[in-house]
């Protein structure tokens, strides 16, 4: 069992940065992969970005090279770095945990495959 504790919401101007802060009880974060995923009003939850047990990363194309992933296994907490947001960056953002393991990128890119979630924590960017 997992509980994931969001922080680091909030409304930002595009252009700016924000970083968002997902920290698990419960387990280490060195046991299981991590990954962030977004939810427009009106649109179903997408894939943001995933930190894989042994340290890989995955991104959406739509934030690549914006956004940055990591952990810090010391605090059981993964981190969600924001960089040059834009207005359409606007969504509620979700916290994801799994103790499973694939070979294939993809899965990790998968909603379905995620045992655990935080609450949501919503970010504004404004135009």
């Known amino acids: 069992q997992v509980q994931l504790v969001e922080s680091g919401g909030g409304l930002v101007q595009a252009g700016g940065s924000l970083r968002l802060s997902c920290a698990a009880s419960g387990s280490t974060s060195r046991s299981y992969a991590m990954a962030w995923f977004r939810q427009a009003p009106g649109q179903e939850r997408e894939f943001v970005a995933a930190n894989r047990q042994i340290g890989a990363t995955y991104y959406a194309d739509s934030v690549r090279g914006r956004f940055s992933i990591s952990r810090d296994n010391a605090k059981s907490t993964v981190y969600l770095q924001m960089n040059s947001l834009k207005p359409e960056d606007t969504a509620v953002y979700y916290c994801?945990?799994?103790?499973?393991?694939?070979?294939?990128?993809?899965?990790?890119?998968?909603?379905?495959?995620?045992?655990?979630w935080g609450q949501g924590t919503g970010v504004t960017v404004s135009s």
């Open positions: 994801a945990a799994t103790n499973g393991n694939s070979y294939s990128s993809g899965w990790y890119r998968t909603k379905e495959n995620y045992n655990y």
